[in-house]
């Protein structure tokens, strides 16, 4: 489902235009040109004489000229949906994980993070049983499909399926399928909040685009894509289950799996529901600026890990993402929230991420600035410096206008409520310094200690906002600051 994992690259190239398939599909004969223009005369002559009973033609009729439609194999009957209004929860997902006997041991390091057995359902989808288990989700074969110009032999039609073949399991109290790769990191909770708000009654289509424009021009705005995975509600799967075989040969000049999905999903006029907590992380060098100004959503997913460089400076990527888990583990809700505030007496200003990193300024900078992120990674195929479907700031290359970065070291949770994070200041090999004053106060300080109340899962049903945060003098000293991280009062802006 990751649009650019050679094991999913199907047999035509991506850029097939939509008229070379029609050619295809009717299969004109290739040489002579004369035959054509006799043929598109006698076509016109006809459309001339029908064009009245044409008009009156149903335009479904119009579009079976073009494409061929398949024998319907099969009218499904499906179970009536959840009519129950009880809050969603990890119960009620069906997880649907492409894979590959090739990958499938390898790329348990990444299901190990965050399946967990004895809460989550669903199955990885493989072409074959695979030798080793040692994968923590349990798996299926794909079963065999093959149609008019298309076959579960390319993996990304057997992957585009799997949503098929998960409702086809009938499964008991399903409200949501959730597709994802399986190098995709799933943030369960939050993938939960995020799906809360949704009726699960009705035909939705839940994901996020690519970080890259380039991405999202060469495939589609429209879409979600599958590496940062993407939801299917129970009644959209059913409709689906209808369409998919048919859809799949219409589309079979498709590069990946989730682009074939969007195609079935938009032939039923359901449209993309944007969640920006879906990362397919289409980016290449530093994740860090997206990180670090991620903006006010529930993160659900990130992917591409093994192409990023690892999450924190001087760590493997595993060892990164199992530090991130911690922080998400004792405040799922709060992971990577961005909060700012200023230290109106020592003129600083301050950015924390929490659970990942501070970033500290020895002047005043806005909040609007930094909600921007750094541009710390390029675009995914063409490694340029954008356009990204977000704003960037780049990283100055002076270190009397850089910020000056800590990163988390510890979390402990206080009270059973609250959480104390500590983040370490953290200078890479070689970096150079700024060597003003006002640079040197701020690099006196050697650690953060942030402290909050764990953060109601609630709140992501309500408008978003995001919380304030106070310097704690009483508690810090020059090589140790103290912050408090907190709801903000009532008409408090983040400068006041
Ligand atoms: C579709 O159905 C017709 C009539 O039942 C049959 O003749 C034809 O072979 C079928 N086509 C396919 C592709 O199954
Ligand atoms: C999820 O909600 C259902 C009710 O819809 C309940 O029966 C089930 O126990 C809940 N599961 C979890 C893990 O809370
Ligand atoms: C990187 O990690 C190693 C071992 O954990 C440590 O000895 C070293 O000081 C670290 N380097 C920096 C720049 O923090």
């Known amino acids: 489902m990751q649009t650019h994992n050679p094991t999913i690259q199907t047999g035509s190239k991506p850029n097939q235009s939509l008229f070379q398939s029609f050619k295809q599909s009717f299969s004109f004969p290739d040489r ?79 299901t190990h993070l965050w399946w967990k057995s004895n809460r989550n359902r669903g199955f990885a989808w493989l072409d074959g ?19 008019a110009g298309y076959s579960c032999k390319t993996a990304a039609v057997r992957m585009a399926r799997i949503v098929v073949e998960s409702y086809k399991l009938r499964l008991k109290d399903v409200r949501w399928f959730v597709m994802g790769d399986d190098d995709t990191v799933f943030f369960t909770e939050n993938l939960v909040s995020v799906l809360a708000k949704y009726d699960h009654n009705q035909m939705y289509y ?55 999905v969007w195609a079935c999903i938009a032939e039923l006029g359901v449209p993309l529901t944007t969640e920006r907590g ?18 006010l959503a529930p993160l659900v997913s990130l992917h591409h890990l093994d192409h990023v460089e690892p999450l924190f400076p001087n760590q493997t990527r595993i060892d990164s993402l199992n530090l991130l888990m911690q922080a998400y583990q004792v405040d799922s ?62 990283m100055s290359s002076d270190p009397c206008r850089r910020a000056v970065v800590y990163f988390l070291k510890q979390v ?10 500590t983040y370490e200041r953290y200078v890479a090999k070689g970096e150079k310094v700024c060597e003003r004053d006002d640079y040197a106060r701020v690099m006196a300080v050697k650690q953060v200690t942030v402290s909050s109340m764990k953060m109601e899962t609630q709140l992501w049903m309500k408008a ?27 008409s408090e802006t983040i400068t006041t």
């Open 412 to 421: 402990q949770e206080v009270d059973t409520r609250g959480t104390k994070t």
């Open 206 to 260: 839940i994901g996020g685009n690519s970080e890259s424009i380039e991405q999202d021009q060469m495939h589609s705005y429209g879409m979600a894509f599958g590496g940062g995975g993407f939801a299917i509600s129970y009644p959209l799967a059913a409709q689906l289950m209808n369409v998919m075989d048919g859809c799949l040969h219409r589309y079979s000049f498709f590069y990946g799996s989730d682009q074939r």
């Open 32 to 110: 002579v040109s004369d035959f054509c223009i006799l043929f598109a005369r006698a076509v016109l002559l006809l459309c001339l004489i029908a064009s009245m009973s044409f008009v009156l033609r149903s335009a479904f009729s119009s579009q079976s000229r073009r494409f061929i439609i398949p024998n319907r194999t099969r009218t499904a009957k499906y179970e009536p949906f959840d009519k129950s209004i009880a809050a969603t929860n990890i119960s009620h997902i069906v997880f649907g994980i492409g894979g590959s006997v090739q990958t499938w041991k390898d790329r348990s390091r990444y």
């Open 464 to 490: 978003p906002q995001r919380q304030c945060c106070e310097i704690n003098d009483r508690w810090g000293n020059d090589n140790n600051i103290w912050v408090r991280i907190r709801k903000c009062r009532k």
């Open 278 to 295: 879906f990362h397919q992380f289409d980016i290449r060098g530093n994740p860090y600026g997206i990180l670090a100004a991620h903006p």
């Open 333 to 394: 809700s709060r992971i990577l929230q961005q909060t700012v505030c200023y230290d109106r007496r020592k003129k600083w200003s301050i950015s924390i991420a929490w659970g990942y990193t501070v970033q500290i300024y020895p002047f005043m900078v806005t909040a609007t600035d930094m909600q921007i992120p750094f541009q710390t990674f390029k675009t995914w195929r063409s490694w340029s410096n954008g356009p990204f479907d977000f704003n960037t700031r780049p």
């Open 129 to 147: 049983e695979p030798g080793e288990i040692g994968n923590p989700v349990p798996h299926r074969v794909s079963e065999w499909c093959s149609g």
